[in-house]
């Protein structure tokens, strides 16, 4: 049988997480597996959240709350914005779809992204047949703002800043924003994606995206209950948006796109101050462990601002991340994010990180 697909689909990729431990544990036989591949909570969920959940689930034969009102009430209340600029998904990602949707149509519209950045921002544009405009990094993998606002033109129509950056954890200042915002043509909506929020906010130099919504600019923040909050395997994500984007997006989405117990995990969560508190020291901690443990074998690692770190290799990064596979410990090869001398490394609990410096101790002075 042969179908007439759309012909965008075909240059396309599937999205590539990161390896599950169950499959590790089938191709390889192993009993012990860290993983420290998919920038997960190594904490998990809050108590509370897991409270929660397990009340909800009694209710799981009914429909979810389509409006998720509690949820967008609280978000509006932590955001300091009106209900009616605030939307949920099922994950960020399915926000970032549906943001393409609202705004993409076809070669004349053109979508605008740091390279390598997270790789579903290309993906919505992909679909919409628009063109993608990409813009290299710096050489210390940070996004070249000025340039992005050179490469602008009066078609660009999204135009998308991972803060801190996925997969390079760097980060964009707010005077860098600012130009941003000043630069973007009539029409044109800038997405900061602050996933990784969170565990940036303590910097000094790192801005909040909600200060940008406040007003009238046309500006997206989008945030994640799947990273500092532990939720991923529930899939919610929010943003807060111009109230007339918040509504094109009602009307294209899914119904009932974010199911009840996940509503009622994230509302709790939303409570659990030092499950979070936690989470960030626990991050804090493990970065540093990376940065010492690079710079003792003489490596460097770029200035992360996430939950996980990359460490500059040097040479390519596949046979390191094999070698730390066939040994338990799943990470992430740079060869699959842009990245091929680099491998990213999730923050785990102290005792994950104390067995991967181990284990990468032993394979960098084996290969």
Same mark, same amino acid.
């Given at each position: 049988?042969?179908?007439k697909?759309?012909?965008?689909?075909?240059?396309?990729?599937?999205?590539?997480?990161?390896?599950?431990?169950?499959?590790?544990?089938?191709?390889?036989?192993?009993e012990?597996?860290?993983?420290?591949?998919?920038?997960?909570?190594?904490?998990g969920?809050?108590?509370?959240?897991?409270?929660?959940?397990?009340?909800?689930?009694?209710?799981?034969?009914?429909?979810?709350?389509?409006?998720?009102?509690?949820?967008?009430?609280?978000?509006?209340?932590?955001?300091?914005?009106?209900?009616?600029?605030i939307?949920?998904?099922?994950g960020?990602?399915?926000?970032?779809?549906?943001?393409?949707?609202a705004?993409?149509?076809?070669?004349?519209?053109?979508?605008?992204?740091?390279?390598?950045?997270?790789?579903?921002?290309?993906?919505?544009?992909?679909?919409?047949?628009?063109?993608?405009?990409?813009?290299p990094l710096?050489?210390?993998?940070?996004?070249d703002?000025?340039?992005?606002?050179?490469?602008?033109?009066?078609?660009?129509?999204?135009?998308?800043?991972?803060?801190?950056?996925?997969?390079?954890?760097?980060?964009?200042?707010?005077?860098?924003?600012?130009?941003?915002?000043?630069? /973007?043509?009539? %029409?044109? =909506?800038? $997405?900061?994606?602050?996933?990784? &929020?969170?565990? #940036?906010? !303590?910097? *000094?130099?790192?801005?909040?995206?909600?200060? /940008?919504?406040? %007003?009238? =600019?046309? $500006?997206?923040?989008?945030?994640? &209950?799947?990273? #500092?909050? !532990?939720? *991923?395997?529930?899939?919610?994500?929010?943003?807060?948006?111009?109230a007339?984007l918040?509504?094109?997006?009602?009307?294209?989405?899914?119904?009932?796109?974010?199911?009840?117990?996940?509503?009622?995990?994230?509302?709790?969560?939303?409570?659990?101050?030092?499950?979070?508190?936690?989470?960030?020291?626990v991050?804090?901690?493990?970065?540093?462990g990376?940065?010492?443990?690079?710079?003792?074998?003489g490596?460097?690692?770029?200035?992360?601002?996430?939950?996980?770190?990359?460490?500059d290799?040097?040479?390519?990064?596949?046979?390191?991340?094999?070698?730390?596979?066939?040994?338990?410990?799943?990470t992430?090869?740079?060869?699959?994010?842009g990245?091929?001398?680099?491998?990213?490394?999730?923050?785990?609990?102290?005792?994950?990180?104390?067995?991967?410096?181990?284990?990468?101790?032993?394979?960098?002075?084996?290969?």
């Amino acid at each position: 049988m042969s179908l007439k697909l759309r012909p965008q689909i075909g240059g396309m990729s599937p999205y590539s997480p990161g390896k599950p431990v169950e499959e590790v544990r089938r191709e390889l036989g192993l009993e012990r597996i860290v993983k420290l591949a998919s920038n997960e909570n190594p904490l998990g969920p809050s108590p509370k959240a897991v409270a929660a959940l397990q009340a909800a689930a009694a209710e799981a034969h009914l429909y979810p709350d389509a409006a998720a009102h509690d949820l967008k009430a609280a978000l509006a209340d932590r955001a300091g914005v009106s209900a009616d600029r605030i939307m949920v998904g099922n994950g960020s990602d399915e926000l970032i779809h549906y943001l393409g949707l609202a705004l993409l149509q076809g070669p004349e519209t053109r979508l605008l992204i740091g390279d390598p950045t997270f790789v579903r921002y290309a993906a919505s544009g992909q679909l919409a047949d628009s063109r993608i405009d990409r813009v290299p990094l710096t050489s210390d993998w940070r996004h070249d703002v000025g340039a992005m606002a050179s490469a602008l033109t009066a078609d660009t129509r999204l135009v998308y800043i991972a803060n801190p950056n996925n997969p390079t954890g760097t980060i964009v200042t707010r005077e860098e924003i600012d130009l941003l915002v000043k630069a /973007l043509p009539a %029409g044109c =909506l800038l $997405v900061l994606d602050e996933a990784y &929020f969170e565990f #940036a906010e !303590g910097s *000094a130099d790192y801005p909040n995206g909600l200060d /940008l919504v406040q %007003g009238d =600019l046309p $500006v997206c923040v989008l945030r994640t &209950f799947s990273k #500092a909050f !532990g939720l *991923a395997g529930l899939r919610v994500g929010w943003g807060v948006a111009p109230a007339d984007l918040v509504d094109a997006v009602n009307r294209i989405r899914e119904p009932f796109n974010v199911n009840h117990l996940a509503q009622r995990a994230a509302l709790a969560a939303l409570s659990d101050s030092e499950h979070l508190h936690q989470t960030v020291k626990v991050n804090a901690d493990g970065l540093a462990g990376v940065w010492s443990l690079a710079e003792s074998v003489g490596l460097s690692v770029i200035d992360s601002r996430a939950n996980f770190a990359c460490i500059d290799l040097g040479r390519p990064a596949e046979p390191v991340f094999q070698a730390l596979l066939r040994r338990g410990v799943i990470t992430r090869s740079g060869h699959v994010l842009g990245m091929p001398n680099h491998l990213r490394v999730s923050i785990g609990t102290p005792a994950e990180m104390e067995v991967f410096a181990a284990e990468f101790r032993a394979v960098w002075q084996s290969l």
